[in-house]
């Protein structure tokens, strides 16, 4: 602990300090109320219009600011709304890419028509030919007496 004197000499500071803040304070209060009353402002009690009408004004206030603060969750919801929609679309699509390769592999209808693209018949001789690949140096050799079974 320190020295009493010392405590005591430090809160007389503070003391001093807080005294001379509030006569500054109150010379600056007495200095604007100077100023208000060379305005010729009537400083007496409102009437009953003027609250009504600063009353009506709060309101007013209040309501644009609630107003606002509705199309600003309205604005948040939509966008929450789109991003949603934008998601399950995503999904959508991506289950519906993976799942037509699937359904067309699956179809009779659509494997014929793959085998007729890919395949010659020679009905005469029994033989199917297949070509995967347009160009020649990608193909392969196949043995002579294959027959294609």
Request: charged share 35%; proline share 3%.
């Amino acid at each position: 602990m320190g020295d009493g004197k010392r405590e005591y000499a430090d809160i007389q500071n503070e003391y001093l300090d807080h005294m001379i803040r509030l006569a500054f304070d109150l010379d600056d209060l007495d200095k604007t109320w100077q100023i208000l009353k060379d305005t010729g402002y009537d400083f007496s009690e409102p009437d009953e219009e003027t609250l009504q009408r600063i009353w009506q004004n709060a309101q007013a206030k209040m309501d644009r600011y609630e107003a606002a603060k509705n199309r600003r969750e309205r604005r948040k919801s939509f966008r929450r709304g789109i991003s949603q929609a934008l998601r399950i679309a995503a999904c959508l699509l991506l289950a519906l890419s993976l799942s037509v390769p699937v359904v067309l592999a699956v179809s009779p209808d659509f494997r014929s028509r793959v085998i007729k693209l890919l395949a010659s018949f020679d009905r005469e001789n029994e033989v199917a030919h297949f070509e995967f690949s347009e160009k020649p140096e990608e193909s392969f050799a196949v043995p002579g007496d294959w027959i294609g079974e």
